[in-house]
């Protein structure tokens, strides 16, 4: 049980645009910054977005995210086969089990 | 370019110990947090456990706590997790991650991991 709650998988079709909610608590979501992580198939996980909306060098403006209250949403434009992968949600949790946390992932399928 | 590497990682019986290592290229090693993080088979990564930048902070999940140490080598650019009294949940891919702290905390650079796997 993830302390972030994900959707189990979302698709869409290539081209079209998706978005992935994450729901936490005002120990983690509510009172800190979010990242985003994505997994391709058999490699580590790697960053896409960082404090809530801030995108390292080299990931494209395809992929977006956004915070509200207790919940934030990672969206991606135009998608593309290559997109097919687990995406993740963290945030650090200010509770007595003070931590980075991360959602259960979402299984995204480009049809 | 930053480079984690990962290595120590096998099979374990219950109770057994493990020693992982961390090698870190392509930045100032010493001037950042680090942390493990795990991965069981199909399932979301775990954060396990980090060190601040000079060894003087060092920081568990509730479940290892105890049990695991996390330790650093700045001269040799290396971080270490000691891992005792193993138990079959402990079964995961291990990454080395590399922490960063702006507006919030994030990991930007994970190692390719290592399997640990605890079993009789």
């Known amino acids: 049980q993830s302390v972030l709650t994900q959707p189990p998988s979302v698709s869409a079709a290539p081209g079209q645009k998706v978005t992935i909610s994450c729901s936490g608590s005002?120990?983690?979501?509510?009172?800190?910054?979010v990242s985003w992580y994505q997994q391709l198939p058999g490699t580590a996980p790697k960053l896409l977005i960082y404090d809530n909306n801030k995108r390292p060098s080299g990931i494209p403006d395809r992929f977006s995210g956004s915070k509200s209250g207790t919940s934030a949403t990672l969206g991606i434009t135009g998608l593309q086969t290559g997109d097919e992968a687990d995406y993740y949600c963290?945030?650090?949790?200010?509770?007595?089990?003070?931590?980075?946390?991360f959602g259960g992932g979402t299984k995204l399928t480009v049809l | 370019e930053v480079q984690l590497m990962e290595s120590g990682g096998g099979l374990v019986q219950p109770g057994g110990s493990l020693r992982l290592s961390c090698a870190a290229s392509?930045?100032?090693?010493?001037?950042?947090?680090m942390s493990w993080v795990r991965q069981a088979p199909g399932k979301a990564p775990e954060w396990v456990a980090n060190?601040?930048?000079?060894?003087?902070?060092?920081y568990y999940v509730a479940s290892v706590r105890g049990r695991f140490t996390i330790s650093r080598d700045n001269a040799k650019n290396s971080m270490y997790l000691q891992m005792n009294s193993l138990r079959a949940e402990d079964t995961a891919v291990y990454y080395c991650?590399?922490?960063?702290?702006?507006?919030?905390?994030?990991?930007?650079?994970w190692g390719q991991g290592t399997l640990v796997t605890v079993s009789s």
């Open positions: 060190i601040k930048q000079d060894a003087s902070g060092t």
């Open positions: 392509g930045f100032t090693f010493s001037s950042y947090w």
């Open positions: 005002s120990s983690n979501i509510g009172d800190n910054y």
């Open positions: 991650a590399r922490d960063r702290y702006s507006s919030g905390w994030y990991i930007d650079y």
């Open positions: 963290g945030a650090w949790d200010s509770s007595l089990s003070a931590g980075l946390v």
